[in-house]
């Protein structure tokens, strides 16, 4: 069964500043991606999500963006944090023989 | 457009006794996924069980059972004799059946707190 790591667990950044989180995949491979936030008291919003290496699809217009360099490492990133972008982040992996997302111990980000 | 909705905001219950999540959805695709996830106070989604647009049987897991109308596009949940331990945030959640990437759509989620 696949595995999924986030890093850092919590993080508190300054407006203005940058931001990178990783989720990190392991025992499957070729894993579809997908970066979640959660804000405070509300449901999950769908941001990026991707089916392969360099392949990226943005959900919603926002402050940030994602990569994913190796087949099973996906980083969210933001060049400077707005106060909205604080919540919580949780990164999900489906892998090819199931079409459950399975998700991560996710983020805390608070932007102050 | 896709929507759930989880109309129970919170709901409080004594210890042993029954509760009922409901969870009713909105979709055009003739076939989709649903979804029922429990994130404990830790944060993590903690996936429960997924149906079929297609498969309209309700299951039943230990204390745990589930109710899929298409008639009335409703999902509930049931957890019979609750236990402190089922205290979580559960959310119900929608996807297309198609190849490829699954694009979840999640309700807002009840907040269940058992009482000892």
């Known amino acids: 069964s696949q595995t999924i790591h986030q890093w850092p667990a919590t993080l508190v950044q300054p407006v203005g500043s940058p931001l990178s989180l990783e989720c990190t995949v392991e025992?499957?491979?070729?894993?579809?991606l997908y970066w979640y936030r959660q804000a405070a008291g509300r449901g999950l919003q769908l941001l990026f999500y991707?089916?392969?290496?360099?392949?990226i699809s943005s959900e919603v217009p926002q402050n940030l963006s994602a990569s994913r360099p190796q087949d099973r490492q996906f980083i969210l990133s933001s060049k400077k944090l707005l106060l909205s972008d604080s919540g919580f982040y949780l990164c999900?992996?489906?892998?090819?023989?199931?079409?459950?997302?399975?998700f991560g111990p996710g983020t805390r980000l608070t932007v102050l | 457009a896709q929507k759930v909705t989880q109309a129970q905001t919170e709901i409080s219950v004594v210890e042993k006794e029954d509760v009922t999540l409901d969870c009713v959805y909105e979709?055009?695709?003739?076939?989709?996924?649903l979804f029922w996830y429990k994130q404990p106070p830790s944060g993590e989604l903690v996936f429960l069980i997924r149906?079929?647009?297609?498969?309209?049987q309700n299951e039943i897991s230990g204390r745990y059972s589930w109710n899929f109308q298409k008639s009335t596009s409703s999902f509930n949940f049931t957890i019979t004799a609750s236990q402190v331990v089922d205290s979580a945030v559960y959310f119900c959640?929608?996807?297309?059946?198609?190849?490829?990437?699954?694009?979840?759509?999640f309700g807002q989620g009840t907040r269940l707190t058992i009482n000892p």
């Open positions: 991707s089916v392969g290496i360099g392949q």
């Open positions: 149906r079929n647009s297609f498969d309209e």
């Open positions: 979709t055009r695709d003739t076939t989709y996924y």
């Open positions: 999900a992996s489906t892998s090819g023989r199931t079409d459950t997302q399975y």
């Open positions: 959640a929608l996807s297309p059946l198609i190849q490829g990437a699954q694009k979840l759509v």
């Open positions: 025992g499957t491979s070729n894993p579809n």
